[in-house]
């Protein structure tokens, strides 16, 4: 499975943006479904955007209208831009991939992503 290294986390103020980027080994954003997760400390790891093959988006709904989901499917790279930041959207966001192609909404459940980077912090104060 392809490696995912993930760069982009930051710190800023409430209000600012960060754009997190996830480089992979090889092409399988083109072909499946991607996704980034954030987990603050003491809580669960959750879905905040996934991405499938034909472009098809989810979004946790406290993101919605703040943060897109992208990819670049010739080098590689996911991307998510994050605007409007707020403190509770502080955390460890980790990229990951699902190698299984799907033409239905792409997936926010932890359990059906196997392949995981080893993440990028982001900081929001407020």
Do not use: H
Request: glycine share 10%; hydrophobic share 35%.
């Amino acid at each position: 499975q392809a490696s995912l290294v993930e760069s982009g986390g930051g710190s800023v103020q409430s209000g600012g943006s960060l754009t997190l980027s996830c480089q992979a080994s090889d092409d399988t954003f083109s072909f499946y479904c991607a996704g980034w997760f954030r987990q603050a400390p003491g809580n669960v790891r959750e879905g905040v955007a996934a991405i499938n093959a034909v472009g098809d988006t989810s979004y946790l709904d406290s993101v919605k209208g703040r943060f897109t989901i992208s990819k670049d499917n010739v080098n590689n790279n996911l991307y998510l831009q994050m605007n409007s930041l707020k403190s509770e959207d502080s955390g460890m966001y980790y990229c990951a991939a699902d190698p299984v192609f799907r033409t239905t909404l792409p997936p926010l459940r932890e359990a059906a992503y196997p392949n995981w980077g080893q993440g990028t912090q982001v900081a929001v104060s407020s």
